[in-house]
C-alpha cells in the first residue's frame, strides 16, 4: 500500500533555527525513521527581519557620495570652474542627465515597481498600485523635465507671483494624492520602521519643494556665502533632499522575500512544509 507523504509543522520561531526531533509533528502514522532531514535552505532561511530589506547600505553610500560630489561641483571655486567641462560635471545634480538626477529616477521608479510589486499580496491593493503609478509618473517626470513643461505652459497666464508656476499648480495636486495614499499605507504597515522611513521620506520630499518655491527669493537676494551665491546652498539642498526622500521611500515599501517565505502556506500561525519526494 502507497504511504501518503508526510508533512512536517514548524512553528514561526522554527523558522531560520536548528530542529530538534521532539519539535516535529507527524500528520501521518509514520515512523521517526521515515522522517527525512530538514533542508538547509529552510533551517537556514533568513528571518523576516532581514529577508525583505534592500541593500540599503549600498545605496546610503552611494547617496552620500553623489550628495558630496555635487556640493564639490556647486559649492566649491575648484567645482564651479570645472563644472562646464570636467568629469565634475557629471555629478551636478542639476543639469539634466547626470549621475544624481538618473539615480533619482532610477530610485522613484524602484518605488513605483515595488509597490506595484506589493500589491500582489497587500490587503488594499488600489491603494499600492496608486502609490505605485504616482511614483512611475514622477520617475518619467524627472527623466524628461514633464513638471518644467508644464509650467511652462502656464507661466504666461499665471506666471510673476515670484515662484515657479507648477509648485501652486500641479505640486499641490500630486502631493495630495502622495499623502493620501501614504497614510493609507502607513496604516497598513505592521513595522514601526517601516512606518518611520515612511514619514521620513515624504517629509524629505515635502523640504525639498519648500526649497524650490524659495528659490526665487535666494536668487533676488543677492546673497553670498563665501563668494557662492545663496541660491547654490539652496539648489544643493533641495537636490539632495530628492535625492533621501524616494530612498527613505524605498526602504519602506521595499517587498522582497525569501522564496521558502512565498511558497509557505501560513495555518494558524505555522509554517506548513512540504518535502516533495518523502515517503517514495
Known amino acids: 500500500m502507497q504511504r501518503t507523504p508526510p508533512a512536517l509543522v514548524l512553528g514561526p520561531a522554527h523558522v531560520g533555527a536548528a530542529v530538534s526531533p521532539w519539535d516535529l509533528r507527524l500528520r ?19 528571518s523576516s527581519a532581514s529577508a525583505g530589506e534592500p541593500p540599503l547600505r549600498g545605496l546610503l553610500a552611494g547617496f552620500l557620495l553623489l550628495v558630496a560630489l555635487d556640493a564639490v561641483a556647486r559649492l566649491t571655486y575648484w567645482g564651479r570652474h570645472r563644472v ?27 518605488v ?6 506589493r500589491s500582489g499580496i ?10 505605485g503609478t504616482l511614483f512611475l509618473y514622477l520617475a518619467v517626470d ?3 523635465g514633464l513638471h518644467e ?25 500630486l502631493a495630495l494624492f502622495g499623502v493620501v495614499c501614504g497614510w493609507r499605507l502607513w496604516r ?24 524650490e518655491i524659495a528659490e526665487d527669493s535666494a536668487i533676488a537676494s543677492g546673497r553670498q556665502l563665501r563668494g557662492v551665491p545663496l541660491v547654490a546652498y539652496t539648489s544643493w539642498l533641495e537636490e539632495s533632499l530628492e535625492l533621501l526622500g ?29 518535502f516533495l519526494g518523502a515517503g517514495r
Do not use: N
Request: proline content about 8%; overall charge positive; glycine content about 10%.
Open 28 to 46: 501521518s502514522p509514520l515512523d521517526a525513521a521515515d522522517v527525512r532531514p530538514v533542508p538547509r535552505f529552510v533551517v537556514h532561511a533568513p
Open 84 to 110: 562646464a567641462d570636467g568629469w565634475i560635471g557629471w555629478f551636478d545634480a542639476s543639469a539634466e542627465g547626470s549621475v544624481p538626477a538618473l539615480f533619482a529616477v532610477a530610485t522613484m521608479a524602484a
Open 112 to 117: 513605483g515597481l515595488a509597490s506595484w510589486w
Open 122 to 131: 497587500a490587503a488594499s491593493k488600489p491603494c499600492w498600485r496608486c502609490f
Open 142 to 144: 524627472d527623466l524628461f
Open 149 to 173: 513643461r508644464f509650467g511652462a505652459l502656464l507661466h504666461p497666464s499665471l506666471g510673476g507671483h515670484g515662484v515657479y508656476v507648477w509648485t501652486f499648480t500641479l505640486a499641490p495636486a
Open 188 to 211: 497598513q504597515m505592521p513595522d514601526e520602521l517601516q512606518r518611520r522611513r515612511l514619514v521620513a521620506g515624504f517629509l524629505a520630499l515635502g523640504c525639498a519643494l519648500l526649497c
Open 246 to 274: 524616494p530612498l527613505l521611500l524605498l526602504a519602506a515599501v521595499w517587498a522582497g522575500a525569501p522564496s521558502v517565505q512565498r511558497q509557505a502556506r501560513h495555518e494558524g500561525g505555522a509554517v506548513s512544509v512540504r
